[in-house]
């Protein structure tokens, strides 16, 4: 059974970049279909979608995160990544790394991993 | 952006009952890519049903999934003490794909 990890620093200063990674055992990165996603949950709010990157390479974000974002995907560690630039403390979430295969739906998910923006 | 409405806010039920929960979509929802997910407290959440009726793995027969266009439910009979939670809708049929601001169940 594929299994998701996060992992990145937990304190990121303001107006710096938020590098968050997600491993991914079990299963192999590069198989085609599946829809690697980044999504967050502010502290005891709701969900928010960040973006994914495709297996084919294509990638699709949230527009109100106003093109700070980039997923990329890295085959050779079986890692997909999040960088968020120019962070602020509206930032300050819990970040969640996801799996779809062909749209069926988020099934594999980490276990979230809390990023905090402060000074 | 498709907005989610959830209701009610907060359900309060005994177990053994049945429970009914609503998402309204503000525009039509494309193929009728509707999920619904359920979070415990430190939990990520986890998917219940995708496809707006199609059970995900290893879900409890008693979950199950309705509606089409801009109206779900998420129906829940006979709720076990485990089924206290809060439930969230997410559409991923048009970007950005968004979720409802969730319905907390929880024991009356």
């Known amino acids: 059974q594929v299994q998701l990890q996060e992992s990145g620093p937990g304190l990121v200063k303001p107006s710096h970049t938020l590098s968050l990674t997600c491993t991914v055992s079990g299963g192999s990165i590069s198989f085609g279909g599946y829809y690697w996603t980044w999504i967050r949950q502010h502290p005891d709010k709701g969900l928010e979608w960040i973006g994914y990157i495709h297996s084919s390479g294509s990638t699709n974000y949230n527009p109100s995160l106003k093109s700070r974002a980039t997923v990329s995907l890295d085959t050779s560690e079986n890692q997909f990544s999040l960088n968020l630039r120019s962070v602020t403390a509206a930032d300050t979430a819990v970040y969640y790394c996801?799996?779809?295969?062909?749209?069926?739906?988020?099934?594999?998910w980490g276990q979230g991993t809390l990023v905090t923006v402060s000074s | 952006e498709i907005v989610l409405t959830q209701s009610p806010g907060t359900l309060s039920l005994s177990p053994g009952e049945g429970a009914t929960l609503s998402c309204r979509a503000s525009?039509?929802?494309?193929?009728?890519?509707l999920a619904w997910f359920q979070q415990k407290p430190g939990q990520a959440p986890r998917l219940l049903i995708s496809g707006a009726s199609r059970r995900a793995a290893g879900i409890p027969g008693r979950f199950s999934g309705s509606g089409s266009g801009t109206d779900f439910a998420l129906t829940i009979t006979r709720l076990e003490p485990e089924d206290f939670a809060v439930y969230y809708c997410?559409?991923?049929?048009?970007?950005?794909?968004?979720f409802g601001q969730g319905t907390k169940l929880e024991i009356k």
């Open positions: 996801a799996r779809d295969f062909d749209l069926t739906g988020y099934y594999d």
């Open positions: 997410q559409q991923y049929g048009s970007s950005p794909y968004t």
């Open positions: 525009q039509s929802v494309s193929n009728n890519y």
